[in-house]
């Protein structure tokens, strides 16, 4: 008896050392995820995001999305900010508010996804400086 236990548990170990060499780990290829602009308030100052699966033609809800954005007063860029998108109303939206005269120009950003093993980035063009 004490022998068969000693077999499965060495079996056992075995199994659990070798386990991680057959299970590919899931990568996000890039062309996976994409950003897209959802509105943009009148100012500037706020705009509306999804993460969209490309794959699975849905909305990613509950990602954490960082995001460094190229902001200015008055059609300029003075400065890049960083900031956490807060989740919008809609599942797989996220927001970004600025200060009150801010505006923002472009979105770096870099979203870590539920179920994925690296971060989903992205780059967002919101405006030209100059008001163009």
């Known amino acids: 008896?004490?022998?068969?236990?000693?077999?499965?548990?060495?079996?056992?170990?075995?199994?659990?050392?070798?386990?991680?060499?057959?299970?590919?780990?899931?990568?996000?290829?890039?062309?996976?995820?994409?950003?897209?602009?959802?509105?943009?308030?009148?100012?500037?100052?706020?705009?509306?995001?999804?993460?969209?699966?490309?794959?699975?033609?849905?909305?990613?809800?509950?990602?954490?999305v960082d995001c460094a954005a190229d902001v200015g007063p008055q059609d300029v860029t003075t400065m890049t900010e960083a900031m956490i998108a807060q989740p919008g109303l809609n599942k797989g939206e996220y927001v970004l508010v600025l200060e009150p005269g801010m505006q923002l120009f472009d979105v770096d950003l870099v979203a870590q996804v539920p179920g994925e093993t690296e971060p989903v980035t992205g780059k967002i063009h919101l405006k030209n400086q100059g008001g163009q």
Do not use: H, W
Not at 12 to 29: E, H, N, S
């Open 1 to 64: 008896m004490t022998l068969l236990l000693r077999k499965s548990t060495v079996l056992l170990t075995c199994l659990m050392a070798i386990a991680p060499l057959f299970i590919a780990p899931g990568y996000a290829k890039p062309d996976d995820y994409s950003f897209e602009v959802g509105a943009l308030s009148p100012s500037g100052s706020i705009v509306t995001m999804r993460l969209k699966n490309n794959a699975k033609g849905q909305l990613v809800p509950d990602a954490y």
